[in-house]
């Protein structure tokens, strides 16, 4: 079983991906944050498996959060969501410690 963590500011993008983790078996969906200062909490807590994150949150990015994860040697990995359209983001990304990043 994966256990994973959605955080994005945006109650309907949550809603999105739960629908779509939810919807595979070897899923299963640990909790919902809504900024990057609760998905770390979240994460040094529960320590999931993945964190599906938005790039764009209150108070931390999504960016910082796979910094911060990363550098803690927490296994957690990041997956990083945004609309931003070019490569430099999903190499900040990288670079921070994500896993991925899906472009949208």
Known sequence: MIRILIADDHAIAREGVFFLCNSVDDFSI??????????????????????????????IN?????????????HTKAIILTVHKNAETACKAIKAGAGGCIEG
């Open 30 to 59: 640990e909790g919902e944050v809504s900024n990057g200062r609760e998905a770390i909490a979240f994460i040094n807590k529960q320590i999931p498996d993945i964190a599906i994150m938005d790039i764009s949150m209150p108070e």
């Open 62 to 74: 999504g960016i910082e959060v796979a910094a911060n994860v990363s550098q803690r040697g927490i």
